[in-house]
């Protein structure tokens, strides 16, 4: 399966996928972590990175889409993979559905991680990461509703849009979202069984 999860800063899209990557027995490609390991072996890309992630901004597409481009290109993903913060910009969502498309690898899921901003802002107040002061929120904020949300339009369109209260305990989130790509791999496996079926 190929899933993707968007959602505001600090909706919970890590905590999530750490437990859904264990039940889907797939891996977790999170956009922030790469990042943050580049920033952390000072590689060049690191440095050019960190400007804008100490900021609350965007990363670049291209720095964006190159280290995505070589994690999606390993063996462990190319049975699938759930995208933690991936795509965050209509450019990124375009470079991914050309990627794919190539390999003939659908998306299975797009997960839209639901939660009010005064929440968002009460949980990364808690976690206090670097970028997670005030006024950094504010601006990853302001990224996410004018860069990363008009994807939700893309996705619904295609009807692999599904939406999840974030709101309530771990357990609680997990849960929802289990039960809706259990749906979705009940499907997909239905899907498989009637193509080979037919032959
Ligand atoms: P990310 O690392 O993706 O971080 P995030 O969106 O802020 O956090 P997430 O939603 O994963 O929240 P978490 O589970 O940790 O991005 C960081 C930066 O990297 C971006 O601002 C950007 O600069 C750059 N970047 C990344 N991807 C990019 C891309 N594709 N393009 C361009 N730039 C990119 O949860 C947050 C807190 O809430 C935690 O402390 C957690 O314990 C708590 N929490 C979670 N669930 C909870 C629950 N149910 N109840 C209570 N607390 C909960």
């Known amino acids: 399966m190929r899933i993707i999860f968007i959602g505001p800063p600090g909706v919970g899209k890590g905590t999530q996928s750490q437990r859904l990557v264990q039940y889907l027995g797939i891996p977790h490609v999170s956009t922030g972590d790469l990042l943050r390991d580049a920033l952390q072996r000072h590689t060049e890309l690191g440095r050019m990175a960190e400007t804008f992630m100490s900021q609350g901004q965007l990363v670049p597409d291209p720095l964006v889409l190159q280290i995505v481009g070589e994690r999606l290109e390993q063996g462990d993903c190319h049975h699938g993979c759930l995208l933690d913060g991936f795509p965050r910009t209509l450019g990124q969502a375009k470079a991914l559905d ?11 899921a797009v997960i839209e991680l639901k939660v009010d901003e005064e929440e968002v802002v009460r949980r990364l107040a808690q976690r206090k990461r670097g ?64 193509a080979t079926n037919a032959d």
């Open 98 to 108: 050309e990627f794919l498309q190539q390999r003939g690898a659908p998306i299975s």
């Open 131 to 194: 970028d997670d002061t005030p006024e950094i929120i504010r601006r990853r904020m302001k990224s996410y509703w004018e860069q990363t949300a008009p994807l939700l339009d893309y996705y619904r369109k295609r009807n692999i849009l599904y939406r999840i209260n974030g709101v309530g305990t771990t357990d609680e989130v997990f849960e929802r979202i289990k039960a809706v790509l259990d749906e979705v791999r009940e499907k997909e496996s239905q899907t498989q069984s009637d």
